[in-house]
């Protein structure tokens, strides 16, 4: 979204269709790449495989779609994020996948699909470089303070302060590429609104789950409308 509203465009829409794809196709395929570890071949391991290979087969179509609708290469931001989704397969196929290292490598290789389609949309590297800054951030931010407080309704072993932590590198990632004129003040106070937002939450009584990811879901989409409407101020 966050990429769309920057630089709008069919190649990004086909691109965020690919994120969307993929990010449905990991159920199937940590399914296959775990019993492939563990030496099963069952039928529920013979249908994730059939299924991968089909959505794979629809990514590869809508990744050459993209390339012939873009303006320009979108490969940079995906070739850098590759070895960070790779560690997540990596934990995904040893069923660590809720371990922390693969959680923030995912959502870091992922917010990549930001800075891949201002990219195809005609936008500048320094700019597709803020947004996956700012997208990477806001992830940061939500999946270390989701994760403390998940522990907490579930009255497990926890610290406050690995939240406290993240959020200050979340602010400190924006601050760098506002600095480097990569993100705007907006995009910047965006990101320190939500992690004092998160910092005052962790303290709080811990509400419902679903409560906690619709929470999630607004303050996600304040920071894309909040962030993209700076990058987009003149």
């Known amino acids: 979204m966050l990429g769309l509203l920057v630089e709008p465009g069919w ?6 269709l690919v994120a969307l794809l993929a990010f449905i196709a990991r159920a ?40 012939l609708l873009a303006e320009q290469s979108f490969l940079w931001p995906l070739a850098l994020a590759a070895p960070l989704i790779l560690i997540e397969l990596w934990y995904d196929t040893r069923s660590r996948s809720r371990r922390l290292i693969p959680e923030l ?15 195809a949309g005609g936008g500048a590297d320094l700019l597709a470089a803020g947004l996956w800054a700012v997208a990477a951030a806001r992830a940061i931010a939500a999946v270390t303070f989701v994760r403390v407080q998940l522990r907490r309704a ?11 932590r993240f959020q200050v590198v979340a602010i400190g990632v924006v ?4 600095v480097a004129d990569a993100i705007s003040i907006a995009g910047v106070i965006a990101i320190a609104a939500l992690a004092l937002i998160h910092a005052v939450l962790v303290r709080r009584p811990v509400p419902a789950t679903p409560i906690l990811g619709a929470q999630q879901v607004v303050f996600g989409l304040a920071v894309v409308l909040t962030a993209g409407l700076g990058a987009l101020a003149p």
């Open 11 to 16: 190649a990004g829409f086909v691109l965020g």
């Open 28 to 67: 199937p395929l940590k399914l296959a790449l775990v019993d492939r570890v563990r030496g099963r071949d069952l039928t529920r391991t013979r249908l994730a495989r059939r299924v991968v290979a089909v959505e794979l087969s629809v990514l590869v179509g809508l990744i050459v779609a993209a390339f």
């Open 105 to 119: 490598a995912g959502v870091v290789g992922v917010a990549a699909v930001a800075a891949a389609i201002a990219l």
């Open 154 to 164: 579930k009255g497990q072993p926890h610290t406050l302060r690995l939240s406290d």
């Open 175 to 178: 601050v760098i590429g506002w």
